[in-house]
């Protein structure tokens, strides 16, 4: 995750606040936001959006530091100092559905949901340094310039041919970087194209300006990394617009993951760079933007992590954030549900650094329980933990002929046991199509996840055959959607037993087990990554999945061979039968015998015989 909100698809987002780098804020497999405080190494909030696992959090982006008021304040006199602190509190997160949700850390609940301006996933998100607007990048190839004081689209214009993948705007706030098949930059006051710039065959993860000078001097300057590059490209923004290629490069081990920049003010200032790559290291660089450079440009210094074992394994690296003094970084490394946060000093003049740190010990890291609003319940040893139902859940609706009536409050009810429930429920005799009539039972997709869960939980073969013979392919995904995650492995491991149970690939109820597996692989593929033992569990499937598929061509094949078989042996018995009603009619014509009427029952059953085998009635 790029400092200034691109995204690469296969990594999680993580991003350092602004300024202070009080928190890091992540996005870890299960689809949660945590943010931690760097200064206390604890967990300081965690939110879950409400569909954090059908609508994947994208891309993450801290907003512009702003005074915050957190209760109400005495009126100060005027011979008072006014000493105004400014915190990071808005970050903005973008999802996979198309929507945007703005988080505030100083309330710890959502503060609003930007949702119409994209018809695909969002794959950056960047904040305008000034006034209140958020841009946006989606897989629609336009970018949406939203208001925040309203929560609507601004602005609304088609960026490039491809999804954009990446945004910056500048430290003026006048222009913005945009890279999708090519890198533009926009003029923000009439939405039209400045420049344009090529160079990378990949896709761009990374847009970042590293001076803070206006375009007219020939002294902007921003770098721009993509996936599968290694190699980070410096274009300057020349006033006589002659900037097709880059003018200098800074060499890499892996793509890159993370950046953090600090920007040049001046010719005489240097432009410091750490990257985080995707092999898990950090590289740093020093370097003053001041023309072409010809050759690619190494890293000053590279740092590596690893474990205190005998045997030493490398710690990766998550994210890196420069501090005032050259030699200080805050690093964050380990994995993304409980990261660790360092400040360490780097010695710049050694080419190679490694750091060993004993990842056990540091991962036992306590919580701010007066701040964060997760609590863990104790669970006796002898006490069995049930699932509950899905949020939203509605019940079964039964239709009445009269139409729906208040229910008093002195009926005489009987309250129904679960096993009664379910026997009243008949998947193959309810209706779930939109347009069904009133008089019937509607089933909503929920209860087809409530139904797996409890066929899950209790193993019930008859509930489970029922909802796997589903054939629609949308409720399939919505009923995997709405599953949660203690229900994710034992699902596969029934769809990985059940299609390995039939003998044939081309069977029906094969194909449809085919599709939960690929539901579950879609919505909860970020959840399954994070397993262990998940290959061995689905090495068996893949292995089945490939003998058959070989099969399947064969058997192709071999249809064909037997279709141009029974169409040659077709068209042979048809010119015979042809052959031999015309001799029959030659032999009855130079006789000049008037043919009975069982010769013309049987002339007309040839005739209808050679019409069925030529398709005329098919």
């Known amino acids: 995750m790029a400092a200034d909100g691109g995204n690469a698809s296969l990594q999680l987002p993580c991003v350092f606040s602004p300024k202070s780098r009080q928190y890091l804020a992540l996005c870890a497999q299960d689809g949660r936001l945590r943010i931690w405080n760097t200064d206390s190494k604890t967990l300081h909030q965690e939110f879950v959006p409400s569909a954090h696992l059908s609508a994947t959090c994208t891309c993450i982006a801290w907003g512009p530091c702003r005074t915050v008021k957190e209760g109400p304040q005495r009126k100060k006199r005027k011979s008072e100092a006014v000493q105004v602190e400014e915190k990071a509190d808005l970050l903005a997160m973008g999802t996979a559905a198309g929507s945007v949700l703005i988080y505030s850390t100083v309330k710890g609940a959502l503060h609003c949901t930007l949702d119409g301006g994209h018809s695909g996933g969002v794959n950056c998100v960047q ?114 617009g002659k900037d097709k290629n880059s003018v200098v490069s800074f060499t890499l081990t892996d793509e890159p993951q993370h950046i953090d920049l600090v920007a040049s003010n001046s010719k005489e200032e240097a432009v410091r760079l750490a990257v985080v790559c995707k092999d898990g290291q950090l590289h740093l660089f020093e370097h003053f933007l001041n023309g072409p450079c010809k050759k690619p440009l190494s890293p000053s210094c590279t740092m590596q992590m690893s474990d205190t074992k005998e045997s030493p394994m490398p710690i990766p690296l998550l994210a890196a954030a420069l501090g005032a003094d050259t030699r200080t970084v805050l690093l964050a490394y380990g994995n993304h549900l409980q990261p660790v946060m360092e400040k360490v000093e780097i010695n710049t003049a050694e080419r190679h650094v490694c750091l060993t740190r004993d990842v056990q010990t540091s991962l036992s890291l306590s919580m701010e329980t007066t701040v964060s609003k997760v609590k863990t319940p104790i669970v006796k040893a002898n006490c069995r933990v049930l699932v509950p139902g899905l949020p939203g859940h509605q019940a079964l609706v039964k239709g009445t002929s009269q139409g729906s009536e208040k229910r008093k409050k002195d009926t005489d009810t009987k309250e129904m046991s679960i096993a009664e429930r379910l026997g009243e429920i008949d998947l193959s005799t309810v209706s779930i199509e939109k347009g069904a009539p009133k008089g019937t039972a509607s089933l909503q997709t929920d209860n087809f996840a409530v139904l797996l869960v409890q066929g899950l939980e209790s193993n019930d073969a008859s509930i489970l055959n029922k909802v796997l013979q589903t054939r629609k392919e949308m409720v399939i995904k919505k009923t995997v959607a709405r599953l949660p995650l203690p229900a994710v492995l034992p699902l596969v491991e029934e769809v990985n037993g059940t299609f390995l149970s039939y003998p044939f690939v081309l069977s029906y109820r094969a194909v449809l087990i085919v599709r939960w597996l690929k539901a579950v692989l879609m919505h909860h593929t970020s959840y399954l990554a994070s397993l262990p033992d998940l290959v061995t569990k689905l090495g068996v499937l893949y292995h089945m999945i490939e003998s058959r598929v070989k099969m399947f061509h064969k058997l192709t094949k071999l249809h064909g061979k037997l279709y141009l078989l029974t169409t040659q042996v077709r068209g042979v018995m048809c010119r015979n039968m042809h052959s031999v009603i015309v001799f029959k009619l030659r032999c009855a014509t130079e006789t000049q015998k008037q043919p009975s009427r069982q010769d013309m029952v049987r002339l007309f059953q040839c005739i209808v015989h050679i019409w069925y085998s030529t398709g005329v009635f098919n």
């Open 127 to 240: 904040w305008h340094p000034e006034d209140s607007l958020l841009y946006s990048g989606s897989d629609d190839t336009n970018i949406v310039e939203w208001d925040l004081q309203t929560g609507k689209t601004r602005s609304k214009w088609k960026a490039d041919r491809a999804a954009v993948t990446s945004l910056c705007v500048s430290p003026d706030g006048k222009l913005l970087l945009s890279a999708g098949q090519t890198i533009k930059m926009w003029d923000l006051e009439t939405k039209e194209v400045y420049r344009k710039f090529t160079g990378h065959s990949t896709a761009v993860t990374t847009l970042c300006f590293a001076t803070t000078r206006p375009p007219d001097s020939n002294g902007l300057y921003f770098l721009s990394g993509a996936a599968h590059d290694r190699l980070l490209s410096v274009w300057q923004v020349r006033e006589d």
